[in-house]
């Protein structure tokens, strides 16, 4: 079965400090990938996806970057945090061209201090 | 851009009683999917129900299912039975692009004893 796994649950840094999210799949080949950010009381907004190895697509002009080394793996970074980037984060992925369902990560918490 | 509306921030049921939750949703493309997405407190997101936009039939999920309008383009979830457990958000969603999935900002369901 497939399963995803995405961390730091929670994560608490310094304006101004780099970012690094990690987000792996496992038990699917060439899955299409996900970040997406939930800002407190609001819904689910797409940052970045990825339909192969090195493929990004970014949907908002941010101080976000995304990367995709392997197959199965996702990241998110951040040379240098603002106050604006806290917020929930979630991984996800789907198969194919993405008419199916996507199945997300447990998210992870981020508070810019 | 594609959108996806949640006209009801909040809503309250009592336990055992039905509650229907609306979506609105804006797209051109003729094949395309929805879903409903429920996020409890623990954030995790899990998917309720799918529904392909070329099956003219409903969506059921045992106590869940669906009231697809496709000319009206809505896509209201309806909740038999309500338990404590379906105490969540609700989000909708749609796949007009083919690739990812285009939020509403969600229903803050609350079901009491």
């Known amino acids: 079965s497939q399963t995803i796994h995405q961390w730091p649950a929670t994560l608490v840094q310094p304006v101004g400090s780099p970012l690094s999210l990690e987000c792996t799949v496992e038990?699917?080949?060439?899955?299409?990938l996900y970040w997406y950010r939930q800002a407190a009381g609001r819904g689910l907004q797409l940052l970045f996806y990825?339909?192969?190895?090195?493929?990004i697509s970014s949907e908002v002009p941010q101080n976000l970057s995304a990367s995709r080394p392997q197959d199965r793996q996702f990241i998110l970074s951040s040379k240098k945090l603002l106050l604006s980037d806290s917020g929930f984060y979630l991984c996800?992925?789907?198969?194919?061209?993405?008419?199916?369902?996507?199945?997300f990560g447990q998210g992870t918490r981020l508070t810019v201090v | 851009a594609q959108t996806v509306t949640q006209s009801q921030p909040e809503m309250s049921v009592q336990e055992a009683e039905t509650v229907t939750l609306s979506c609105t949703y804006d797209?051109?493309?003729?094949?395309?999917?929805l879903f409903w997405y429920k996020q409890p407190p623990s954030r995790q997101m899990i998917l309720v129900i799918r529904q392909e936009a070329y099956k003219q039939q409903n969506a059921t999920e045992n106590r869940f299912s669906v009231n697809f309008q496709k000319a009206a383009k809505s896509f209201s979830l309806k909740i038999s039975d309500s338990q404590l457990g379906d105490t969540a958000m609700y989000f909708c969603?749609?796949?007009?692009?083919?690739?990812?999935?285009?939020f509403g900002k969600g229903t803050s369901l609350l079901v009491t004893p």
């Open positions: 038990g699917t080949s060439n899955p299409n």
């Open positions: 797209t051109s493309e003729n094949n395309y999917y």
């Open positions: 969603a749609s796949t007009p692009s083919g690739y990812a999935l285009n």
């Open positions: 996800a992925w789907s198969e194919g061209a993405g008419n199916t369902e996507a199945f």
């Open positions: 990825s339909v192969g190895i090195g493929q």
